[in-house]
């Protein structure tokens, strides 16, 4: 029994003729399933919680401590230096949004149109660059327009191809400049280890949900000052220091609590914090190398299967595979991988319309793919094995051909 192991692994479905089978689930991008760690989290605190931050007894103390250590944790996951601070948020799109709200006056962010929508939407004067089609493209790219006044947003690993970006060399760049870096990390913490300084990153992002732990919590890290100097994302209890007897007569709060206004969701952040110091002891390369086994073989059975064609380079890649379908439709294709086969994937653009669009247009322009709607997209994790892969790339060829 190991701590990064899935619950819930041998959950059956029933197929139209009447046979049970092990679900295949191959959706870890979405949502990843929960781990034991993070389970455990849960269920020792269920019995004890009181509120964070607020009350005396034991209750409340137990779950301050508890909240703090999680705060802790998730410090040592990112390698956070002197100067950062590990604020709990919602979920990525929560901590993007917050940081978008806190940047100086005048803050310009470059990203690029690839960004999954919670990186491209919330920044209050982006410079959109077009999606680049190789990492000297990206480079060059940014290094055109940076300069000091600049946030640069990216992903650290595409939702869509799986692609991890070189977001090193990205943030050197936009340092040189004295840009700073915000890295979506929601893709990339389930599948690499994200420290900040190893990535460049002075903010990084990333949700519990896809990091095998339940829903309603997120993380954004990195550098206090200008979140220490910002108005509060959210107006209310624990944001606040003092407040007046007038509308507008109040100090907020210095540090987290500044932006975590409202009752603190300690399961959550418990949560989180399990898988996260569970992950700081596992053997990361061993499953690096595991990923990268699957992920050979997922191409190796896409190889015999007709009519598709996979976007996004060998290497570097993270666990996710997007597909066009020829004149499939992907959304009927996904569902009938779900109710024949006992298969989750997911259909459709995945919040990157821009970028499904760019793909879809490549694809089309070499005379692939029929007007359609979208892709279809595997994605795999932790507890995924041989016999998933092999079940997909079968079942994918069997939908196609009937
Ligand atoms: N960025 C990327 C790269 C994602 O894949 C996702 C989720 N699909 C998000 C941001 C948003 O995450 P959440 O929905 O948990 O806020």
């Not at 995945?350 to 979208?374: E, I, K, Q, Y």
């Amino acid at each position: 029994m190991s701590a990064l192991d899935i619950i819930g692994d041998d959950l059956k479905t029933e197929l139209p003729g009447g046979e049970t089978v092990r679900f295949t689930y191959l959706d870890y991008a979405a949502s990843a399933p929960c781990v034991r760690a993070a389970a455990e989290a849960v269920a020792e605190l269920l019995p004890r919680y009181g509120s964070v931050h607020r009350g005396t007894g034991v209750r409340s103390q137990t779950s301050t401590v508890a909240y703090e250590l999680a705060r802790d944790v998730v410090a040592e996951f990112v390698g956070a230096r002197p100067g950062d601070e590990v604020i709990f948020t919602r979920n990525t799109t929560d901590s993007l949004n917050l940081l978008a709200r806190a940047l100086p006056g005048g803050t310009r962010t470059i990203l690029f149109e690839g960004e999954h929508h919670a990186n491209l939407l919330p920044w209050p004067d982006p410079v959109r660059l077009p999606a680049p089609s190789s990492p000297e493209q990206a480079l060059a790219a940014v290094s055109a327009v940076i300069d000091e006044r600049c946030v640069l947003a990216v992903t650290g690993a595409s939702n869509v191809t799986g692609e991890i970006w070189p977001v090193r060399e990205l943030a050197d760049i936009a340092h040189a400049s004295g840009a700073r870096v915000v890295v979506d990390a929601a893709q990339l913490a389930p599948h690499r280890p994200v420290g900040l300084d190893d990535l460049g990153a002075d903010y990084l992002a990333f949700s519990g949900h896809k990091l095998y732990a339940p829903f309603g919590a997120g993380v954004l890290a990195g550098r206090a000052d200008w979140l220490d100097a910002a108005e509060p994302y959210l107006y209310g209890g624990g944001a606040s220091a003092t407040v007046g007897d007038r509308p507008g007569d109040l100090t907020w709060a210095v540090g987290p609590a500044r932006h975590e206004g409202g009752t603190p969701n300690l399961l959550g952040a418990a949560a989180i914090a399990a898988v996260c110091a569970a992950l700081l002891v596992a053997d990361r390369d061993a499953l690096h190398r595991r990923e990268q086994d699957l992920l050979a073989r997922l191409r190796d059975g896409l190889d015999g299967v007709p009519e598709q064609s996979l976007f996004g380079p060998d290497h570097p890649r993270v666990g996710i595979v997007s597909l066009a379908l020829g004149r499939h439709d992907p959304a009927r294709i996904a569902h009938r991988l779900g109710r024949e086969h006992g298969i989750g994937v997911r259909a459709g653009q995945f919040c990157a319309h821009p970028l499904v669009r760019r793909l879809l247009d490549a694809d089309r322009a070499d005379g692939c793919t029929a007007p359609g709607a979208g892709l279809l997209r595997a994605s795999f994790g932790l507890g995924s094995t041989t016999e998933d892969i092999d079940r997909f790339t079968g079942a994918l060829a069997d939908v196609l051909r009937s």
